[in-house]
């Protein structure tokens, strides 16, 4: 078992910044990676990017590219999420997850078996 425990969100004004943090903790030698995801209400959920343990490697969305960076610090066993430049259409809930192998794609749901509790954020316009 692998257990994520994200840090709190927040309220935000476009163009803001704000860093959210997930720590693994249990079982953390089977986390192969860790990801990303956003459900906005009404949306569909969006994977916005994902960090890979071994090589330190990143993936990012598309509509988050040059905005968000993903980041891990492997000795903590935590991954960040630093979002700059943000925008009322970032407002959702923040989800982090982690694979355990690297079978499926980086932005598919099922390619996740843990998650973390959730964070919401909000970006006032």
């Known amino acids: 078992q692998v257990q994520l425990v994200q840090s709190a969100g927040g309220l935000v004004q476009a163009g803001g910044s704000l860093r959210l943090s997930c720590a693994a903790s249990?079982?953390?030698?089977?986390?192969?990676?860790m990801g990303w995801s956003r459900q906005a209400p009404g949306k569909e959920g969006e994977f916005v990017g994902t960090?890979?343990?071994?090589?330190?490697?990143?993936d990012n969305a598309d509509s988050v590219k040059g905005r968000f960076t993903i980041s891990g610090d492997n000795a903590k066993k935590t991954m960040y999420l630093q979002m700059n430049n943000l925008r009322a259409e970032d407002t959702a809930v923040y989800y982090c997850?982690?694979?355990?192998?690297?079978?499926?794609?980086?932005?598919?749901?099922?390619?996740?078996?843990?998650w973390g509790q959730g964070a919401q954020v909000t970006v006032s316009s």
């Open positions: 249990g079982r953390t030698f089977s986390n192969y990676a």
């Open positions: 960090y890979r343990w071994n090589s330190g490697s990143t």
């Open positions: 997850a982690a694979r355990v192998s690297c079978d499926g794609n980086w932005d598919s749901e099922i390619a996740y078996k843990y």
